[in-house]
């Protein structure tokens, strides 16, 4: 069968067949003969993409485009398969040379500019999809795109107006309604919110979820008649829904002198904060409970929380203070005040605070290993870091966390076997943690076992992308390979 048309059209029949390696063995043979026989090469590379041979599909689509050089097909394939193996600037050559041949090309303008947003670069994406929908105006995976970049950069105003281009095209687009309701609470227009979930409950009539969001913006703006009249609608439907009959209880106010009066507050908190992404009105909630319930742990605890989410340390130790003052002796409150001052940068008051949880509780594994490792961390008095971090794995033998802190001690001393051993553990227990990935690839190079560095420095660079200290890592290694 000397015919490579034939040939392709046998390999096609293996492909439905499932015979994958017959159908690559038909094209390799068609292309041995007939080395410039595009089709072939497409086929061939379109195999080896789906068997995870994705420098091979490249091979052959790199070759189809050197024999065609306006193959569009070739360049688009080759996009993708650059963008799947991370070699970004190859992916946009790829889609910048098909622009090259058709300039109008919609989808080469919408794949460029999604490849520009994989890497963050949403000024230059934003370009190309709005190229893309010029050229088609109803382009609604491009305006999605659009949308998401200008939500991503805060830019609510312009994510809103390319939503709603959205809905004219398709009103019953569920995700558009969706993120149009949570945009227009930030935005603080609840009555706008209000007419995309009531249009979202109209497609999916058993979403109780959306009844809630309802009730709860009514709730927010006090109109009590109406969030009692949502929220009765649902537990009609479903009597046993606990989030409907929770809510109706706050929404008949609940006394501020009742005890289930703080967590009806904190769980308004939490809906403003997790499910409405409104901080600031979920912190406005917590302290004017604050105020009418006066001395209340839990609250202090949860206006702490909501401060640190929002990265305000300093106001979230203030308010985790105020807690201790009512509580004193509560070992987590000290424990978590000192992992704050540890994330406002205040190591030596985070150690102060562990110090005085061990008091409280001298086998507090978490407070041993805390003092312990930025002893070791520091490199100073690591005897005692040791014996610290040895005395909280006598009491969590299996913690990941606590074992790569023995083996950064290790480390830090130079007992390099040793360390890689304690690190090898602690990467098998916590297998995606960058920092313990980081320190075993420490202590591989310190080895002169640089590809085994080189593997655990990549493995933690994907774990933490922006990384700079692993990327001139990985750079020294293999520029000294």
């Given at each position: 069968?000397?015919?490579?048309?034939?040939?392709?059209?046998?390999?096609i029949?293996?492909?439905?067949k499932?015979?994958?390696?017959?159908?690559?063995?038909?094209?390799?043979?068609?292309?041995s003969?007939?080395?410039?026989?595009?089709?072939?090469?497409?086929?061939?590379?379109?195999?080896?993409?789906?068997?995870?041979?994705?420098?091979?599909?490249?091979?052959?689509?790199?070759?189809?485009?050197?024999?065609?050089?306006?193959?569009?097909?070739?360049?688009?394939?080759?996009?993708?398969?650059?963008?799947?193996?991370?070699?970004?600037?190859?992916?946009?050559?790829?889609?910048?040379?098909?622009?090259?041949?058709?300039?109008?090309?919609?989808?080469?303008?919408?794949?460029?500019?999604?490849?520009?947003?994989?890497?963050?670069?949403?000024?230059?994406?934003?370009?190309?999809?709005?190229?893309?929908?010029?050229?088609?105006?109803?382009?609604?995976?491009?305006?999605?795109?659009?949308?998401?970049?200008?939500?991503?950069?805060?830019?609510?105003?312009?994510?809103?107006?390319?939503?709603?281009?959205?809905?004219?095209?398709?009103?019953?687009?569920?995700?558009?309604?969706?993120?149009?309701?949570?945009?227009y609470?930030?935005?603080?227009?609840?009555?706008?919110?209000?007419?995309?979930?009531?249009?979202?409950?109209?497609?999916?009539?058993?979403?109780?979820?959306?009844?809630?969001?309802?009730?709860?913006?009514?709730?927010?703006?006090?109109?009590?008649?109406?969030?009692i009249?949502?929220?009765?609608?649902?537990?009609?439907?479903?009597?046993?829904?606990?989030?409907?009959?929770?809510?109706?209880?706050?929404?008949?106010?609940?006394?501020?002198?009742?005890?289930?009066?703080?967590?009806?507050?904190?769980?308004i908190?939490?809906?403003?904060?997790?499910?409405?992404?409104?901080?600031?009105?979920?912190?406005?909630?917590?302290?004017?409970?604050?105020?009418?319930?006066?001395?209340?742990?839990?609250?202090?605890?949860?206006?702490?929380?909501?401060?640190?989410?929002?990265?305000?340390?300093?106001?979230?130790?203030?308010?985790?203070?105020?807690?201790?003052?009512?509580?004193?002796?509560?070992?987590?409150?000290?424990?978590?005040?000192?992992?704050?001052?540890?994330?406002?940068?205040?190591?030596?008051?985070?150690i102060?605070?562990?110090?005085?949880?061990?008091?409280?509780?001298?086998?507090?594994?978490?407070?041993?290993?805390?003092?312990?490792?930025?002893?070791?961390?520091?490199?100073?008095?690591?005897?005692?870091?040791?014996?610290l971090?040895?005395?909280?794995?006598?009491?969590?033998?299996?913690?990941?966390?606590?074992?790569?802190?023995?083996g950064?001690?290790y480390?830090?001393?130079?007992?390099?076997?040793?360390?890689?051993?304690?690190?090898?553990?602690?990467?098998?227990?916590?297998?995606?943690?960058?920092?313990?990935?980081?320190?075993?690839?420490?202590?591989?190079?310190?080895?002169?076992?640089?590809?085994?560095?080189?593997?655990?420095?990549?493995?933690?660079?994907?774990?933490?992308?922006?990384?700079?200290?692993?990327?001139?890592?990985?750079?020294?290694?293999?520029?000294?390979?």
């Amino acid at each position: 069968m000397d015919s490579p048309v034939l040939r392709i059209y046998l390999a096609i029949i293996y492909i439905k067949k499932g015979l994958l390696q017959d159908a690559i063995h038909q094209c390799q043979s068609v292309i041995s003969s007939h080395p410039e026989y595009s089709p072939a090469r497409l086929l061939l590379g379109g195999l080896y993409s789906t068997t995870g041979n994705e420098h091979a599909a490249i091979n052959e689509y790199e070759t189809v485009v050197k024999i065609d050089p306006k193959n569009k097909e070739a360049y688009f394939f080759l996009s993708a398969l650059y963008l799947k193996v991370k070699e970004h600037e190859k992916s946009i050559s790829s889609l910048k040379r098909l622009l090259e041949i058709d300039p109008d090309s919609a989808m080469g303008n919408y794949y460029l500019g999604r490849v520009y947003a994989e890497i963050k670069f949403f000024k230059e994406a934003e370009k190309y999809y709005h190229k893309a929908l010029i050229l088609k105006p109803d382009f609604g995976a491009a305006l999605i795109e659009l949308g998401t970049i200008y939500e991503f950069q805060g830019e609510n105003k312009e994510a809103i107006e390319t939503y709603e281009k959205i809905l004219k095209i398709d009103p019953s687009d569920a995700s558009v309604l969706t993120r149009l309701g949570h945009l227009y609470i930030k935005q603080e227009k609840p009555d706008k919110a209000i007419e995309k979930f009531e249009k979202l409950k109209k497609l999916d009539i058993n979403n109780k979820d959306v009844g809630v969001k309802i009730g709860l913006i009514y709730l927010e703006q006090k109109k009590y008649e109406e969030a009692i009249k949502e929220f009765n609608l649902i537990l009609g439907v479903d009597p046993d829904f606990h989030k409907a009959r929770h809510y109706l209880a706050v929404a008949y106010e609940v006394p501020s002198d009742s005890d289930f009066f703080p967590d009806s507050q904190i769980n308004i908190g939490y809906i403003l904060e997790e499910k409405q992404k409104n901080s600031k009105k979920a912190i406005e909630v917590i302290k004017e409970a604050i105020e009418k319930k006066g001395g209340d742990v839990k609250l202090y605890e949860f206006l702490a929380s909501l401060f640190e989410k929002n990265r305000d340390y300093e106001k979230s130790i203030e308010t985790l203070k105020k807690a201790l003052e009512l509580k004193p002796d509560d070992i987590n409150l000290h424990y978590n005040l000192g992992i704050l001052y540890d994330k406002a940068g205040n190591i030596e008051k985070g150690i102060e605070k562990m110090r005085e949880v061990l008091k409280l509780d001298p086998k507090n594994a978490n407070a041993l290993n805390y003092i312990g490792y930025n002893y070791a961390d520091k490199g100073i008095d690591l005897d005692e870091a040791e014996r610290l971090i040895k005395k909280a794995l006598e009491i969590k033998s299996e913690d990941g966390y606590i074992t790569d802190s023995l083996g950064w001690v290790y480390y830090k001393k130079g007992k390099i076997d040793e360390a890689i051993k304690e690190l090898e553990k602690a990467i098998k227990l916590v297998p995606k943690d960058p920092i313990i990935a980081e320190h075993l690839g420490d202590a591989y190079l310190k080895n002169s076992k640089k590809d085994r560095a080189l593997a655990m420095y990549e493995k933690a660079l994907k774990l933490d992308p922006d990384k700079k200290l692993l990327k001139e890592k990985i750079k020294m290694i293999k520029e000294n390979k």
